[in-house]
């Protein structure tokens, strides 16, 4: 009885101290591996009125992501994130048809990221947007 | 923990997992006289299999190739949260690897277990220390810092020595006349695919035949256990009535198993700037040279070899004279008798050895 209790407590010692072992090594681990926190910020981003002309569309990074202006014809400047709403692929835009289409399975979005057609479930999300001085200001 | 024994039943159930541990482990029966010595083996394993892993985190930011490697090894050490305790568990592994490689041997030779009918177990011993310290060596290139370049630059240089291919030898093996990004490109494979790939063979080699040999009696402690092989038929040394691997000998192995990461983790936290010199916290320039660029402490006595002899020639032949005798030994000494204090002429040869190495690795670290 006395040995039996007495190999239970080094037992449970010894996997006690075999955990923390584990854990000391898996956590600089994970750290090492985790991504780089601040890469995903949400600094602003900041370009010429001139780069979007009218009917035509700029792709850009902005918070880790891809995101993209369109200046309408009818003038309207709207922000949106790039990222379709069914698999996540990249819209791109179509200057003739004046809408994104998303190559991966044919998804339709107007350019204020309504869905027009095919499998996205939901509108591309809108980011804000800010002019002045002829720059504009995403964020 | 019945959930854990019912696991245990299903997996028995379909490939008898008890009768593999009662063979392989508790009923794997040791010399009664067996010695902590004889956990060295286990020491290597536990230090390979952390280099491979450490190594595999560390190809995760490195980056081959000339214009970055140097700062890619730089944020890893600076930036990376815990990238310097990898870095530095590689690299002092490295070291402590052939650290440990050499008491092994030496283990090895001091008892005598490289005699007939273990030639084997020697031969594939010898090959892999070959192999350590050519990963070490191609290791050493990848941070691309000033010593990194200058050290292969001098060592790869050595074998110009050989007379006709020498000269074309380095230029292959360097990828170009001089050390550069060639060099660099096929170092990495060499370090990360090729050498390791070719470890792991011969470890698996290694182990295969201790486990046919089965392993030798100590030459010293309880006398008469040992039984002469005649050599005419094959047969399997094994030892009834001796201690079991699980959990008796088990036990040594993780005892010298914790030693070994005392010595290596106070190396790591305490002493972390040992293996490095100022010149390693340059990146390579291949225009200037830095003063009294060392190649690592193993190869010191090498180096400091090559240096003594007025020719370069006679000093590479001395040392391929003497690895190949080393290589070569269980067929060079037959005698029977492995009890080192029974062979005095045997055992004087052995200390000499040791000396002189110690002498040469000394003088080459002043010199
Ligand atoms: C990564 C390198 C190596 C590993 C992982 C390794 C592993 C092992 C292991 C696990 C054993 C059985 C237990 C023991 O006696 O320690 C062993 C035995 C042995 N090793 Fe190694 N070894 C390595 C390198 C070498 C080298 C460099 C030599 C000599 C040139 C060598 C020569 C021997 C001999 C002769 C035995 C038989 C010992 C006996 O049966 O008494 N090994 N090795
Ligand atoms: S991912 Fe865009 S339509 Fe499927």
Redesign the interface.
Known sequence: MENESRRKFLGVCAAGAAVVAAGGVAYPVFRYLAPKAGETGTEKVVFAETDVPEGEAKFFQYAGSSAVVVRTKAGQLIALSAVCTHLGCIVQWEKDQQDFLCPCHAGRYTPDGTVISGPPPKPLAKLPVAVAEGKITVG | MPLLKRVYDWIDLRIGAREVVKQELTGYLLPRNINEWYSLGSVLLVIFALQVVTGM?LL?YYVPDADKAFKSVSYIMNE????W??RLCHAVGSNMMVAVLFLHMLSTLFMGSYKSPRELNWLTGFTIFALVQAISLTGYLLPWSQLSFWATTVATNSASAIPVIGPYMVEFLRGGKLVGPPTLGRFFALHVAVIPAVIVALIGLHLFVLKRTGISTPPFGAKGEAKTWPGDVYRHESHPGGIPFLPNYALTDLSSISIYFALFLAVVFFAPNLLFTADSFVPANAFKTPAHIKPEWYFLANYQTLKIFPSELLGISIQAAAGTFLALLPFIDRSRERDPFRRPIFLACVIAGILLWFGLTIWGHYS
């Open positions: 985190l995760v990376l949260p815990y990238g305790l990898i």
